[in-house]
Structures are given as C-alpha cells and as structure tokens.
T-cell receptor, first 112, second 113 residues
Framework: SQQGEEDPQALSIQEGENATMNCSYKTSINNLQWYRQNSGRGLVHLILIRSNEREKHSGRLRVTLDTSKKSSSLLITASRAADTASYFCATDSRTGANNLFFGTGTRLTVIP | SAVISQKPSRDICQRGTSLTIQCQVDSQVTMMFWYRQQPGQSLTLIATANQGSEATYESGFVIDKFPISRPNLTFSTLTVSNMSPEDSSIYLC??????????FGPGTRLLVL
C-alpha cells in the first residue's frame, strides 16, 4: 500500500509552542500534500510539496520532504488554539492515477 | 483554486432507503472523486467519477451499492443505496484542478438509523 503514515498519532502542546508532525510513505510520488481537518468539517488543503522540492513555507507552516527516506514533516510554529485539528499527509502515485492516498492522521491539540 | 459545494450537508435516513449526494464545483476540473470517512478513521477512496462513462471503483466498493454519475466536468452525484447503519459516515467529493492540486468539499454527514 502507498498509504502515508503520520506520527505521532496524537500530539498535545501549549499555545505558542511548535508542533512537528511526520509522515512516511512507501513508493515513489509526484507530490505530497498536507491537509487539516477540524472536527466534523471537511478537509482543508494546507500545502503541496513536489518530489523535486526539499522545503516549502506558507505562513506559520514549514514542510520538508526527504524522498530518499520517503518521509515528510509538517512544522507549525507559534501554535494557536485554533490549530487544534487532525492533520493528514497525502501522497499521489507516479503511475499517474492522480488520486491521493491518505494516512491515518495526527490529532493535534493546542492548549490555550 | 476550486470551490466545491455538496448537498445535502447532512441527513438522517432509515435503513433500506437510498440517498443521492450532489457535488458541484465552480470551475472545470480534471478529475472528481468520492471518499468516505467513517467515524474516527481516515479517508477511504470509493471511486473516481468519470465524465460520460462508468465510474472506476476501488476494492470493496461496487456500482450497485454506490452508483455514481458525472454528466459534465463540474458536477457529480453519489448514491448510497439500500442503506444500513454501517453506511453512517461522512461522504466527501474531491476534485483535482489543472494545477494538480486536490480539493475537498465540505462533506455530507450521513446517519442511518
């Protein structure tokens, strides 16, 4: 299976701290995406990093990709209570199927 | 970007009935998908909605249970047929844009009694 696997499964931090979530996958990819899902809501796309990129920033988000280790990390700096959500990494397939394979997610709780 | 709407946003249905979920996107997209997210679990791809032809189903999902239509590039429907409580879930429409980014709709929360 190409499914990404996030770790940790759950993370609890104080507001203002940084949160780091990791994702590992199994086969070659075109790109890797991170999504956020607030409880009971739909997925929100956060950031896409292509296989030839190593790092990408968007606001308080920093994503790294190491294709040699088949892993990615999502760093949220200066966390806020509103960042409380589940975070999923999703990979696509180099076979061109153009759909995404999701991991089980990391549940982040930011304590005010 | 792509803005996706789904109808209904939620529903409570009786066992044995069917529900059709509509997905509308505000721009032409290359691909449309339907996902299911059961309580406490990650997303599972049900099928790829193909314009003008039969959908492509993933292992464990069949057309008789989840018939799908996609009459044009911006609209698709998913029907959950002969429902049972095990079908209680969030059903999400998803699209891939020409920029190769995947977006998700707000989801339809289904409860089957």
């Amino acid at each position: 299976s190409q499914q990404g696997e996030e770790d940790p499964q759950a993370l609890s931090i104080q507001e203002g701290e940084n949160a780091t979530m990791n994702c590992s996958y199994k086969t070659s990819i075109n790109n890797l995406q991170w999504y956020r899902q607030n409880s009971g809501r739909g997925l929100v796309h956060l950031i896409l990093i292509r296989s030839n990129e190593r790092e990408k920033h968007s606001g308080r988000l920093r994503v790294t990709l190491d294709t040699s280790k088949k892993s990615s990390s999502l760093l949220i700096t200066a966390s806020r209570a509103a960042d409380t959500a589940s975070y999923f990494c999703a990979t696509d397939s180099r076979t061109g199927a153009n759909n995404l394979f999701f991991g089980t997610g990391t549940r982040l709780t930011v304590i005010p | 970007s792509a803005v996706i709407s789904q109808k209904p946003s939620r529903d409570i249905c009786q066992r044995g009935t069917s529900l059709t979920i509509q997905c509308q996107v505000d721009s032409q997209v290359t691909m449309m998908f339907w996902y299911r997210q059961q309580p406490g679990q990650s997303l599972t791809l049900i099928a790829t909605a193909n314009q003008g032809s039969e959908a492509t189903y993933e292992s464990g999902f069949v057309i008789d249970k989840f018939p799908i239509s996609r009459p044009n590039l911006t609209f698709s429907t998913l029907t959950v047929s002969n429902m049972s409580p095990e079908d209680s879930s969030i059903y999400l429409c998803s699209v891939v844009t020409y920029q190769e980014t995947q977006y998700f709709g707000p989801g339809t929360r289904l409860l089957v009694l």
